[in-house]
Structures are given as structure tokens and as C-alpha cells.
């Protein structure tokens, strides 16, 4: 079983390896936890107004900076 760093609900920066366009690089919320496969664990992510969704491999994101303040206090 994977460990995942992230958390349903969390606010991410994704930014892929291998950019398609500029719509696959910003912020994004984890919908979903995934099965790793054997890799490295993955998550579903979602964009504010989108109706569909990606998944990302951990080693694509960061918390974003509003989250970790938050978490802080």
C-alpha cells in the first residue's frame, strides 16, 4: 500500500513533465486517491469549474502555499 502525501479535498499545483499546453500547468484540488500500480502513489485531480478530471503522479505536485499557512496555525 502506498503512503500518499496528499489528501482528498487538498489544494495542489500540478506541472507535468511533459506539457501539452498551458491549461495542463496550475492549481487544482485532489478529488481522488488512485491505485499506484506499483509506482509512485497517484491522484485524480480537478480544476475550480471543470467537469472532468486528470490524474497525476505525486512526484507532479506541490501543496500550494495557501494550504500549508493554513495548516500551520
Known amino acids: ?3 500518499y502525501l496528499y489528501a482528498c479535498g487538498q489544494q495542489v499545483t500540478f506541472t ?3 506539457v501539452m499546453s498551458p491549461s495542463w500547468t496550475g492549481d487544482f484540488v485532489i478529488t481522488r ?4 500500480g506499483g509506482e509512485e502513489p497517484r ?3 480537478r480544476r475550480a469549474g471543470e467537469t472532468h478530471s486528470r490524474a497525476a503522479l505525486e512526484s507532479d505536485l506541490t501543496a500550494r502555499a495557501e494550504t500549508l499557512q493554513s495548516s500551520v496555525f
Do not use: Q, V
Open 1 to 3: 500500500m502506498s503512503n
Open 43 to 45: 491522484y485524480e485531480i
Open 33 to 36: 486517491l488512485l491505485p499506484s
Open 16 to 18: 507535468g513533465k511533459r
